[in-house]
Nanobody, 117 residues
């Protein structure tokens, strides 16, 4: 059975940092590109960052470039999202998912990030 669990969210002041974790089991984690997404109230879900499995290439949305860093530890079946210089507009529920072919699958339940001004 597939389990994906995000953690590490919380309330932080603007300019602060958080590290999110995405821990997975039940599938060959190391074989999948993993992505982080976020959804703020009243807004569509948007892609934040992703990390591939083949060459470790990374993608960042323009809105988080230079502030967020994605990494993975395949031995722990975990992907991390280090978030720094947080802004109120980063407030959202953050989700991770695995890229299965052309579709993002294996979603977790999300972790809330709230950045106060």
């Amino acid at each position: 059975e597939v389990h994906v669990v995000e953690s590490g969210g919380g309330l932080v002041q603007a300019g602060g940092s958080l590290r999110l974790s995405c821990a997975a089991s039940g599938f060959a984690f190391g074989d999948y590109t993993i992505g982080w997404f976020r959804q703020a109230p009243g807004k569509e879900r948007e892609g934040v960052s992703s990390i591939s499995t083949t060459d470790g290439s990374k993608y960042y949305a323009d809105s988080v470039k230079g502030r967020f860093t994605i990494s993975r530890d395949n031995a722990k079946n975990t992907v991390y999202l280090q978030m720094s210089s947080l802004k109120p507009e980063d407030t959202a529920v953050y989700y991770c998912a695995a890229l299965d072919g052309a579709n993002w699958d294996y979603w977790g339940q999300g972790t809330q990030v709230t950045v106060s001004s």
